[in-house]
Every structure is written in C-alpha cells, then in structure tokens.
C-alpha cells in the first residue's frame, strides 16, 4: 500500500521527498479551465522516479451533463488529459462522476458516460485507467449514493473503468463508512485508489470539505478501518502544506505498521 498526497504540480518529486511519499497526485493544467495541458519539460524524469503518479482530471469536467457545451468539450479534455497522464508515466486519471441538471434524466447521465469511453475507444483509447471517483453533493450526481454508482457501473460494464473512493465525500454524501469498501466492490469489483481525507462538514451534508486525518467529524479510526479493508493506494488531499500532509502520511504509516 503506497502512501502519498495531492501535491503543486510545479516539481511533484521535490514534493514527494518533503513530504516522505511514496505517491503523488496532481493536475496537469487548471483545474478550473478548459486547456488541453502542454507537454512537460520533467515528463522523462517523471517517468523514471521511484514514486507513483496520479493525475486529476480538470473539476470543470462533467462528461454526465445533458447540456452539450459542456458534454462535448468535457470528453475531448478527458482525452488530452488522458494522454498527457500517460506521457508522465501516470498510474491513473482520476475523474468525478459528474451530473445531470435539475429535471433531466439521469439515466441519460449513465449513458453518456458510456458514450465517453466509446468516444475514446475510437480515438485509441485513452491510454491508462480512468477511475471514476465518487461525489459529495448533488442530488442529480452519478457517483454520490451507492445505487447509482451500480447503476453507472453497469452501463460501463463493458469498458475497462476503474473507481477512486474518496472518504471525505461519501461520508458527506450519505454512505456510512462501516462496510462501506465490502458495498462498493460489490458494484465495482475494485477500488483503484483511497482518497484519505477527513471532513469539516457533518455526515450527509453534502460539502466537500476536507480536513486532516485526525481532525474533522470522522472518526480518524474508522478511517484506518477503510483505508485498511481498500488494501489500494493513498492519497490524501488534506489541509496544511507539507506539515499536514506529512503528519497525515506518517499518521496512516503508523496506524497501519508500515514504514515508507
């Protein structure tokens, strides 16, 4: 089980060493913007590293959406960053469930997620995994509640998706974490990767607020019993910099007696 955060994409190395990672995850352009990301300079050295790399897909990304100014734009930036993703050697590319608007239909949502992957199959594939990862908000999403999660899964049933559990968003949005890794790979088969994370909102509130391991509403000992029972990488997206981010890695090193 590698450890790891969510670091500044600028030298994701030099982060992975302050922080005593053996991961990183990062993004690859604004996370809020619509630019296919431009080659790195690093992407050789990247490659070589003896740290696993995870990307995040652009937060505008909502390849769910009936609306096509932003279905059509979001499967084409999924692509370019797929490809990007791989050229540095990424392990995976993470991407949220997206949703539908207020009163459309979100059986619609499903299949243009299925429509995405068909897309990219016949650009060549994307190129390394995507895994879907699971919401906090949103009452039209397609990855907050565990029913429609299966019904997403079974739409993709014939492409080669993987899932990233977010602990911060399911407990935000409404799933008990109690057996919770046991319920998801029973729709999914897999989790991919564990986003640690604590919450700063209360259980159902549907924020996406993350705080550190220790802190926030969860108790931090059934975040060890999650993460434990995933068995799949980490990553935490907590608050606090290098500090926090070390403290949180060495906290989980700790509680599951391992050493980096």
Not at 6 to 31: G, I, K, S
Not at 70 to 75: A, D, G, L, V, Y
Not at 135 to 148: F, K, M, P, S, V
Request: one cysteine or more.
């Amino acid at each position: 089980m590698r450890i790891g955060a969510h670091v500044d994409p600028t030298d994701p190395l030099a982060e992975a060493t302050a922080r005593n990672a053996e991961a990183v995850q990062f993004f690859l352009a604004d996370p809020q913007g619509w630019k296919t990301p431009k080659p790195r300079e690093d992407a050789d050295r990247l490659r070589a590293a003896d740290v696993d790399l995870y990307v995040h897909a652009p937060y505008v990304i909502n390849v769910a959406t009936l609306n096509n100014r932003i279905r059509i734009p979001s499967r084409k930036l999924l692509l370019g960053h797929a490809s990007a993703a791989a050229a540095v050697g990424a392990r995976g590319l993470i991407v949220h469930g997206g949703h539908v608007n207020a009163g459309d239909d979100l059986a619609v949502g499903f299949d243009n997620w299925r429509k995405t992957f068909a897309y990219a199959a016949d650009s060549g594939g994307f190129g390394l995994p995507v895994l879907i990862e699971n919401t906090a908000g949103g009452e039209n999403a397609c990855a907050r509640h565990l029913d429609a999660l299966a019904r997403l899964w079974d739409v993709l049933g014939d492409h080669e998706v993987g899932f990233c559990l977010d602990t911060c968003h399911a407990f935000a949005g409404g799933e008990e974490l109690l057996g919770l890794v046991d319920r998801v790979k029973a729709i999914t088969g897999r989790i991919d990767l564990i986003h640690a994370n604590n919450s700063k909102g209360a259980f159902n509130s549907g924020q996406d607020r993350h705080d550190n391991l220790t802190g926030g509403t969860i108790d931090p000992e059934l975040l060890v019993t999650v993460i434990r029972a995933a068995g799949a990488p980490v990553v935490v997206e907590t608050p606090g910099g290098v500090e926090g981010q070390r403290a949180d890695i060495a906290f989980l090193r700790e509680q599951l007696g391992r050493t980096a």
